[in-house]
């Protein structure tokens, strides 16, 4: 909150000048939040000193993407790094996370824990009530095992009936 | 397990010359350890669509409770301000 406190004001002033709406402003400075918080964890950036100026930054060139290809919704598709890129994918990302999000949440949470989130192991053993470090990583292996099969299950289903 | 870590390292670059070297040598004696590689870098595809949908519904929940508590009502007003024609 405090950081949304923080940097909010000025993207929005800047979205205003630029003739956008309050909607467009907030959807702006979101994903500005998300590529923030991505690239910290990531540690493709130092922890800034100034996150509201950096956060800014990420917002104006959201801005400036958008105002180029004149697109209403082009946001953090243009981050796609390349595991995103590797392929075309069916069935479609968004109905194999609905599934897995139904099927395996714990497992979910723990890969998003270890891979999204970039938390370190001792951390997620202590967020996830595990007795050691071993343990989690043994279930973090075993998630992705999980999941990577229901993907394959799904996708080898999938390539049959359209065949 | 190492196989899953193998192909992490893989996929992140993060592994060894020797890692890289044993991944060469598995795929031609299983060459089905490709079709492994691609559906683990699915995985990685929705494991980041997830964090992100997380993420995102956190931001959301923040952003609504600055516009729409009480408490917040100055900020508020700060910024609609901005947004106020003429």
């Known amino acids: 909150m405090t950081l949304y406190k923080k940097a909010f004001p000025a993207v929005a002033k800047y979205v205003s000048k630029m003739g956008g709406s309050f909607d467009g402003a907030k959807d702006i400075f979101q994903d500005a939040l998300v590529i923030y918080y991505e690239k910290t964890v990531s540690a493709s950036i130092e922890l800034q000193t100034n996150e509201q100026a950096y956060v800014l930054g990420i917002a104006k060139h959201l801005w400036a993407k958008k105002f180029r290809e004149n697109v209403l919704h082009t946001s953090l598709d243009t981050y796609r790094d390349d595991i995103m890129d590797e392929e075309d994918m069916q069935p479609s990302p968004a109905k194999l996370l609905h599934y897995l999000e139904t099927a395996g949440q714990k497992c979910m949470e723990i890969l998003k824990a270890f891979y999204y989130d970039n938390l370190p192991v001792n951390k997620i053993t202590e967020l996830f009530g595990y007795s050691g470090v071993r343990s989690a990583t043994v279930q973090k292996y075993k998630c992705m095992e999980k999941v990577r099969e229901t993907i394959k299950e799904k996708n080898l289903a999938y390539e049959d009936f359209i065949e | ?86």
């Open chain 2, 1 to 86: 397990m190492n196989e899953i870590k193998l192909i992490d390292d893989h996929i992140f670059n993060q592994g060894t010359h020797e890692d890289a070297l044993l991944l060469d040598a598995l795929l031609i004696l299983n060459p089905a350890l490709s079709n492994q590689i691609r559906w683990q870098k699915k995985a990685h595809t929705i494991i980041k669509q997830y964090g992100r949908k997380k993420l995102k519904a956190e931001i959301e929940s923040v952003h609504r409770k600055l516009f729409h508590e009480p408490i917040h009502q100055s900020f508020r007003l700060r910024i609609l301000r901005l947004f106020r024609p003429g």
